[in-house]
């Protein structure tokens, strides 16, 4: 009965983000702020009314985080069903829970002492994001630049007819254009690498008034910026009563980014499929068409775009709205923050469909190289450079007149060069040229990929 098929039919592969995204986990990570904020008001010798915390009472709160529960958060649910304010009620939720610890039972109503909602949110958001980026889906993402770069090494030899507007073109190998797309995702993922995750703790509007008021003499601006740092997030001193979202914008476009560059491999292996210069291996028990029993189908590559479709129109507007809030804030960017989840779980959900498709990938030589048989026209193009270099006139119009429209085979190619007006080693040269040897640099390329990709250092927010 589920409503979103993340939650149904697809849960088995994204349940890892399920920690991170669902209500569960930004409950959880509220209770984390929350509870690390009344320890570090205790660090603060001028705030005396919250004295230093003991070890035991250190333990007994780092447990409330540690311990949480699907029961605890049910019982925060509950409160909340009085409060209509899930914020608070996770407030009330820990002044219950710390009433048995005599020590912290003292300070309960420094609980969420100055913050705003918005002081807890930006930053349970802020904490979940990175950790999930780094833990689960930057790690998947890794995967597939490797799998792609394995792919392009293996096959950098494997001569390919490159086509240009659907067209034959001049020759490539296999492994060069899997190449191209393992340098741009490495390249995206260390765009990602170079973001930061940002947070604020000022209170109602970004001032620290009621901070300032309560304890004048305390260096508050410099005491969130610890608080928020110690946290593994880089702090924004300059808000409103919201982080403005603007690294969120920064972060989710580079995903789409990333996003966009797989689904142009998704739609070109699928393009190579059915050319047939990849077979895909398959299961005896699997079914490709409900009425059709030959059909084998690129369904792992079209299920991957599809989803990285739904990913980027979510993040994109995500990153559209995230920063726009009218004066102070408004309440729009709340329920939109909740959808972040939705966002990555299609993109975690397309990797592990691309990264699938590619582990059933057979390439077809035979069918490479009958394409590349049937397309002699393509040498057209050394030889009219090469007609160039040694003066001959107009050697573009003489191929464009000899091919364009025109069945070009061996014969006629041997032919033409055989009567063109070249020295000796130049003709010779281009008589042992056949479709599958001009392919330039393409397996160099290839084979020098490790030179132009870092995979080893992987990708992680810092």
């Known amino acids: 009965m589920s409503l979103s098929p993340l939650d149904g039919r697809y849960a088995p592969k994204i349940k890892s983000l399920r920690p991170f995204f669902s209500e569960y986990g930004l409950i959880r990570f509220r209770i984390l702020v929350e509870v690390k904020w009344?320890?570090?008001?205790?660090?603060?010798?001028?705030?005396?009314e919250v004295p230093v915390l003991s070890e035991d009472a250190r333990s007994f709160l780092e447990a409330i985080v540690d311990k949480f529960s699907i029961k605890d958060a049910l019982e925060v649910k509950k409160i909340e069903e009085k409060t209509n304010h899930d914020v608070k009620a996770v407030e009330y939720f820990l002044k219950q829970k710390c009433g048995s610890c005599p020590e912290v039972a003292k300070v309960l109503e420094f609980f969420h002492f100055a913050c705003t909602s918005e002081d807890i949110n930006n930053l349970a958001y802020a904490i979940s994001l990175k950790e999930a980026l780094n833990t689960v889906v930057f790690p998947?993402?890794?995967?597939?630049?490797?799998?792609?770069?394995?792919?392009?090494?293996?096959?950098?030899?494997?001569?390919?007819?490159?086509?240009?507007?659907?067209?034959?073109?001049?020759?490539?190998?296999?492994?060069?254009?899997?190449?191209?797309?393992?340098?741009?995702?490495?390249?995206?993922?260390?765009?990602?690498?170079?973001?930061?995750?940002?947070?604020?703790?000022?209170?109602?509007?970004?001032?620290?008034?009621?901070?300032?008021?309560?304890?004048?003499?305390?260096?508050?601006?410099?005491?969130?910026?610890?608080?928020?740092?110690?946290?593994?997030?880089?702090?924004?001193?300059y808000v409103t009563q919201i982080e403005p979202h603007d690294y969120i914008a920064s972060l989710f476009h580079a995903i789409?980014?990333?996003?966009?560059?797989?689904?142009?491999?998704?739609?070109?292996?699928?393009?190579?499929?059915?050319?047939?210069?990849?077979?895909?291996?398959?299961?005896?028990?699997?079914?490709?068409?409900?009425?059709?029993?030959?059909?084998?189908?690129?369904?792992?590559?079209?299920?991957?775009?599809?989803?990285?479709?739904?990913?980027?129109?979510?993040?994109?507007?995500?990153?559209?709205?995230?920063?726009?809030?009218?004066?102070?804030?408004?309440?729009?960017?709340?329920?939109?923050?909740?959808?972040?989840?939705?966002?990555?779980?299609?993109?975690?959900?397309?990797?592990?469909?691309?990264?699938?498709?590619?582990?059933?990938?057979?390439?077809?030589?035979?069918?490479?190289?009958?394409?590349?048989?049937?397309s002699w026209e393509v040498l057209a193009e050394p030889i009219q450079i090469v007609m160039r270099r040694y003066g001959i006139p107009e050697p573009y119009e003489k191929l464009k007149d000899f091919t364009r429209g025109k069945a070009v085979t061996k014969e006629s190619i041997t032919e033409l060069i055989k009567g063109l007006d070249l020295p000796e080693k130049a003709k010779s040269d281009l008589l042992d040229l056949i479709p599958?040897?001009?392919?330039?640099?393409?397996?160099?390329?290839?084979?020098?990929?490790?030179?132009?990709?870092?995979?080893?250092?992987?990708?992680?927010?810092?």
């Open 140 to 237: 998947v993402m890794v995967e597939i630049s490797k799998a792609i770069s394995t792919l392009a090494k293996m096959n950098a030899h494997i001569p390919m007819l490159s086509r240009t507007h659907g067209q034959p073109a001049s020759p490539t190998t296999l492994g060069k254009e899997m190449s191209v797309f393992a340098v741009r995702l490495c390249n995206k993922g260390k765009k990602l690498s170079g973001l930061h995750i940002l947070g604020k703790f000022a209170g109602a509007v970004g001032n620290y008034n009621a901070h300032k008021v309560a304890y004048p003499n305390v260096n508050w601006p410099s005491i969130a910026e610890e608080f928020v740092t110690s946290l593994g997030i880089k702090f924004n001193a």
């Open 38 to 48: 009344l320890v570090k008001l205790s660090e603060i010798p001028e705030v005396e």
């Open 256 to 374: 789409i980014e990333f996003n966009n560059i797989l689904i142009d491999f998704d739609r070109d292996i699928w393009s190579y499929i059915s050319l047939g210069y990849f077979k895909q291996i398959t299961k005896s028990t699997e079914v490709g068409s409900s009425t059709m029993p030959h059909k084998v189908n690129p369904i792992d590559f079209e299920n991957s775009e599809g989803n990285l479709g739904l990913a980027n129109a979510i993040l994109s507007e995500l990153a559209m709205k995230l920063p726009i809030s009218r004066m102070q804030r408004d309440l729009s960017d709340s329920t939109v923050l909740r959808s972040i989840g939705v966002g990555l779980g299609h993109s975690l959900l397309a990797y592990l469909s691309a990264l699938q498709g590619i582990q059933k990938l057979q390439v077809n030589e035979f069918r490479l190289n009958e394409d590349l048989e049937h």
């Open 436 to 462: 599958s040897s001009y392919t330039g640099e393409a397996e160099a390329l290839a084979k020098s990929l490790d030179d132009a990709v870092d995979l080893l250092n992987e990708f992680r927010i810092q």
